[in-house]
């Protein structure tokens, strides 16, 4: 079931806006998340639209979960953080994903709850395209 109202579901320049595809996942898709102050921050978005997590069954639970922890170690391998902080929102997009925020001691907001969109670094196509290939290396 998809929305076309929803960024995750109707893709195409609402998604764009804020996020980049890496690749599809078992029941989500992989996306990095366009504002880079956490290096490696991503999205995993469940594939239909689902508000809630239960609204899964234990079944499809399970295997979002696994792409979490998929994405989670790619993330991992590639950019090595010392922390990785798992948000899950969707006051206004009700769309059931997970934001992967990797946390570094010396870096941007350790010690405290990451903001959703700083805005403070974006970076150039191609090291958006260094980051994709580096996660998708890892996957």
């Known amino acids: 079931m998809k929305d ?11 998604v764009d806006a804020f996020a980049i595809p890496i690749c599809e996942l078992n029941v989500s898709t992989l996306y990095l998340f366009r504002e880079q102050s956490h290096p490696g921050r991503c999205i995993v978005a469940y594939k ?13 639970r399970d295997l979002f979960f696994d792409d979490v922890e998929r994405a989670a170690k790619a993330i991992h391998a590639a950019f090595h953080p ?15 994903h997970f934001h992967l925020v990797p946390k570094y001691k010396d870096g941007y907001e350790w010690g405290g709850t990451f903001q959703m969109n700083p805005g403070e670094t974006l970076l150039t196509d191609e090291e958006y395209a260094g980051m994709v290939e580096k996660i998708k290396a890892c996957l």
């Open 82 to 96: 010392d922390k990785l902080n798992y948000g899950a929102y969707g006051d206004t997009g009700c769309h059931l």
């Open 4 to 14: 076309p109202n929803c960024s995750y579901c109707a893709r195409g320049a609402l």
């Open 48 to 60: 239909d639209h689902v508000s809630e997590i239960v609204d899964l069954t234990k079944e499809e």
